[in-house]
């Protein structure tokens, strides 16, 4: 099965944009979605396929990808946006896995 | 309303087996792929187990042979079966509904339960 690497925390100061990344083989083949997780709450999909953004997502999330990297940006970070952040594909036999997640602090 | 409702956690002892459900009022479990996501305390999301449209089943390599992953057309529910459980298993499991951007022909999940906790404990 593939892996995807994440850093395990990240901060940004309040109103700065901040990139975060996930990095794994199968990310060549296949687009990253990426979850935001709050304490105590079920995951939330912010970014899915090349750059959507599901109804209700603030247009400062938006994702990338390039080689084997797949990136999230939040442009303008909010203290709202504090949260763990998660990406996601799936690898070549159908499954799919997880990134380890990301920390993000707003300061 | 469209949503995801886990039931069926609780407290089971190692070597054990627990069956949880995950009741989808608003819309059919059987005309979506489904997964199972698992989150042991203070860790990170695991991805446990898939079922497609057409019932193809899926699992990862901690849980395959162990877990069983199946659905009921007329409960419009979806199901993990656990069996064997160990310690390691401890974690809250979500179920999530899969959808497909059609352009990227790629998967997501768009919609997350709020989760049943397991605990294995002696």
């Known amino acids: 099965s593939s892996e995807l690497t994440q850093d395990p925390a990240v901060s940004v100061a309040l109103g700065q944009t901040v990139r975060i990344t996930c990095q794994g083989d199968?990310?060549?083949?296949?687009?990253a979605s990426w979850y935001q997780q709050k304490p105590g709450q079920a995951p939330v999909l912010v970014i899915y396929?090349?750059?959507n953004r599901p109804s209700g997502i603030p247009d400062r999330f938006s994702g990338s990808s390039s080689g084997n990297t797949a990136s999230l940006t939040i442009t303008g970070a909010q203290a709202e946006d504090e949260a763990d952040y998660y990406c996601?594909?799936?690898?070549?036999?159908?499954?799919?896995?997880f990134g380890g997640g990301t920390k993000l602090t707003v300061l | 309303e469209v949503q995801l409702v886990e039931s069926g956690g609780g407290l089971i002892q190692p070597g054990g087996s627990l069956r949880l459900s995950c009741a989808a009022p608003?819309?059919?479990?059987?005309?979506?792929?489904m997964s199972w996501v698992r989150q042991a305390p203070g860790k990170g999301l695991e991805w446990v187990s898939l079922?497609?449209?057409?019932?193809?089943?899926y699992f990862a390599d901690s849980v395959k042979g162990r877990f069983t992953i199946s659905r009921d057309i007329s409960k419009n529910t979806l199901y993990l079966q656990l069996s064997s459980l160990r310690v390691e298993d401890t974690a809250m499991y979500y179920c999530?509904?899969?959808?497909?951007?059609?352009?990227?022909?790629?998967?997501?999940?768009?919609?997350w339960g709020r989760g049943t906790l397991v605990t294995v404990s002696s």
């Open positions: 999530a509904r899969e959808r497909v951007d059609a352009a990227a022909m790629e998967w997501y999940f768009d919609l």
């Open positions: 608003g819309f059919t479990v059987t005309s979506n792929s």
């Open positions: 079922i497609t449209s057409d019932g193809s089943t």
């Open positions: 199968s990310l060549r083949f296949h687009y």
């Open positions: 396929g090349k750059n």
């Open positions: 996601n594909c799936r690898d070549s036999s159908g499954n799919r896995v």
